[in-house]
């Protein structure tokens, strides 16, 4: 246990003086010859009496760690947040839903299930999610080609996929906005006259 004395600067009045904490130090023993073995110090408020104590601290740290890479994969691939246009709480859900959804479908995608089933490295968001995108290309195409008439399939298709990804016009462009009568600033027009 260590005590952690409140910094001279903090300005709470409500803060203790001093914080006692746990730290519980965890060291990968089997770690494969081409990783780093994973090595934390934790240092907790929880009281730790004994060992089992510790390995549950470590589990929950272990679990913590498991959302902080979901949020990265999160934010880093799946990007619902972005998509979901609504505002407020109601948008905010509909992207939480949907990357929830998105990671539970990929938690269950079969290369990923015999991975974890052999306590083997799971597969990244991004990268199993570029697998399952090629994959339905490939399904796709596989359709087309076994049609009885591939080019009418192909253009119906196309058809149905502008209905689904229409183009919409940009509204950053000014192209096509009237802007009226523009003049040079009187900044402009006296390095003009220097």
Known sequence: MIEIVKPKKCTDKSAPKSIKMYVVEAKELDCPSDQEPVHWRIFTTHRINNF???KQIILWYRM???IEVFFSDWKQYEGWCQMAKQPGVEGSNRGLILSLLTDHAILLHPEQTALL???LPALTVGSLRDHVRFEAIVTFIRHII????PALALADCSEQLKKVVPLAPSKKHL?????GRLAPSPSLKYKEAA
């Open 52 to 54: 089992d104590e510790a």
């Open 117 to 119: 089933k052999h306590k």
């Open 146 to 149: 076994d049609c009885d008439n």
């Open 64 to 66: 913590r760690w498991t």
């Open 175 to 179: 192209n096509h906005r009237v802007i």
